[in-house]
């Protein structure tokens, strides 16, 4: 019979401890979403409150624009449906040096709300919402690095006062400010 080297080198690992059974028991009892966080935010004192990084944080921020409904020149004001993809990292919710069931979780509207989030809102909109059917419309990703992603669907109405002296061969521009909502 030929010799193998793997298998030999496998008994001298697993021979000194004493019951490799333990061991593998061990592997399997891995910590869901709900002990993840709560070992995360409850155990270690999180506070949403704080910002994640002493010296700032980076968001990433992307919009996929799905549709403008309207311009309206009587109301001076569109609407639009977009996709808001928002990312950062926060080095409190890393979870790679425990034992997960998966490399990154899949988490709910609740949870987001325990989190420290940026915060952001379009500060010049008639109106803003975030889609609610079937449920609301809020995906939230945490990466086992610590890296936090949202992604939400919004309808928005915002300002747009036209100036028609060059109908029909005008351009209109119509703004929307997006940042950080800090209250006081
Ligand atoms: C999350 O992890 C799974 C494997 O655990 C992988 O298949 C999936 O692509 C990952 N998702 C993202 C968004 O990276
Ligand atoms: C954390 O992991 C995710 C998914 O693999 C990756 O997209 C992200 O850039 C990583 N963040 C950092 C800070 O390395």
């Known amino acids: 019979m030929p010799f193998s080297p793997c298998l030999f080198?496998?008994?001298?690992?697993?021979?000194?401890?004493?019951?490799?059974?333990?061991?593998?028991?061990?592997?399997?009892?891995?910590?869901?979403?709900?002990?993840?966080?709560?070992?995360?935010?409850r155990q270690n004192d999180y506070s949403k409150h704080k910002l994640p990084q002493k010296h700032g944080i980076t968001v990433s921020v992307?919009?996929?624009?799905?549709?403008?409904?309207?311009?309206?020149?009587?109301?001076?004001?569109?609407?639009?449906?977009?996709?808001?993809?928002?990312m950062w990292t926060d080095p409190n919710l890393r979870f790679s040096h425990l034992r997960a069931c998966k490399a990154n979780l899949t988490l709910d509207q609740q949870t987001l709300t325990k989190l420290w989030t940026p915060n952001t809102c379009f500060v010049n909109s008639?109106?803003?919402?975030i889609y609610e059917s079937p449920f609301q419309n809020v995906?939230?990703?945490?990466f086992d690095n610590g890296t936090v992603w949202v992604n939400y669907r919004v309808h928005v109405k915002g300002p747009c006062n036209m100036d028609l002296e060059?109908?029909?061969?005008?351009?209109?521009?119509?703004?929307?400010?997006y940042q950080r909502y800090v209250l006081s």
């Not at 496998?10 to 709900?34: D, H, I, K, M, Y």
């Open 126 to 129: 008639k109106f803003a919402e």
């Open 62 to 86: 992307e919009f996929w624009i799905q549709e403008i409904n309207t311009i309206s020149e009587m109301t001076n004001d569109f609407e639009l449906e977009l996709y808001i993809n928002e």
């Open 166 to 177: 060059d109908f029909p061969m005008d351009t209109q521009s119509c703004r929307l400010n």
């Open 139 to 142: 995906f939230l990703t945490l």
């Open 9 to 41: 080198l496998f008994f001298l690992l697993v021979l000194p401890s004493t019951q490799p059974l333990e061991v593998v028991e061990l592997r399997s009892e891995c910590l869901n979403e709900a002990q993840l966080m709560d070992t995360l935010i």
